[in-house]
């Protein structure tokens, strides 16, 4: 399977508890979002690699939140203390951008489904 | 305003009819508009992907930007029921991040 990959696909945890999940990239995509969504909502912007460095962090991220991207090449997203209000399917996504080239569009993974007790 | 409005719907077709996805956007500097498909506990799917105005057509896929009245649609021809699923436009500009509206539920009916 050559597509954008997620691991685990649900997680249940208990409020205070930490999760942490994990995103395998197409393997020639150089950049790497993170989504939250909601039911009933579209997926919403929480932040994005590329290559190593994390560009960019939505304030819909907490400081409990943090994401990884240590090689470059897969990513992980660690929720701390988690609470109710976590529960959402995150969503991973990558594309392949070109220094100067045109803006492409970005492939989805399956997500993770966390539901926080 | 929310930067991206879509109808929620549900919107339900019996199956073969031509079915109409609109999505309307607040902010004008946006250049590039696509359309995902997302299935029940599915990741989306890219559907569509266009630059500036006008249409671009795939198979029983047609999209269309209508950028003065920051507007634009998604066309299904010969609705199948496996057409079924949650419709999300997603627009962007350069440089900056994708912003994905609410998503219509589309309902094909046998």
Known sequence: DTGVSQDPRHKITKRGQNVTFRCDPISEHNRLYWYRQTLGQGPEFLTYFQNEAQLEKSRLLSDRFSAERPKGSFSTLEIQRTEQGDSAMYLCASNFLLAGGPQETQYFGPGTRLLVL | ?110
């Not at chain 2, 609109?22 to 990741?43: D, E, H, L």
């Open chain 2, 1 to 110: 305003q929310k930067e991206v409005e879509q109808d929620p719907g549900p919107l339900s077709v019996p199956e073969g009819a031509i079915v109409s996805l609109n999505c309307t956007y607040s902010n004008s500097a946006f250049q590039y508009f696509m359309w995902y498909r997302q299935y029940s506990r599915k990741g989306p799917e890219l559907l569509m992907y266009t630059y500036s105005s006008g249409n671009k057509e795939d198979g029983r896929f047609t999209a269309q930007v209508d950028k003065s009245s920051k507007y634009i649609s998604l066309f299904i021809r010969d609705s199948q029921p496996s057409d079924s699923a949650t419709y999300l436009c997603a627009i962007k500009n350069y440089g900056q991040n994708f912003v994905f509206g609410p998503g219509t539920r589309l309902s094909v009916l046998p």
